[in-house]
């Protein structure tokens, strides 16, 4: 039996999903309300952010695989739509995983 990709399930019924960093090989679990950012804070990345409200766009990431769930008021509604970049600060899952160039 295989096993499912996670970067195309649904988020999990309680709001976790799991960011896979694909330049350091770890994956970390972000909870309900929790931010991509303090998930990376947490297991101590130094990443890049200011506002924290996703205005600014300090915090862009490029998203490798996974659908992005876009709270931003940074990007435009087409690369939203593209969804192969995120602001971490506000921004979640719409996948039980997403893969991020990080």
Known sequence: MSTPDLTQTPINADGSFEVHLQKSGQTL?????????????????????????????????????????????????EEQEANTQMLICCSRSQTARLVLDL
Request: aromatic share 6%.
């Open 29 to 77: 679990q972000v909870g309900k309300t929790q931010s991509i950012l303090n998930a990376l804070q947490d297991a101590g990345h130094e990443v890049p952010f200011s506002c924290s409200q996703g205005v600014c766009g300090t915090c862009l990431t490029q998203v490798i695989a996974g659908t992005p769930d876009h709270w931003d008021m940074f990007l435009t509604p």
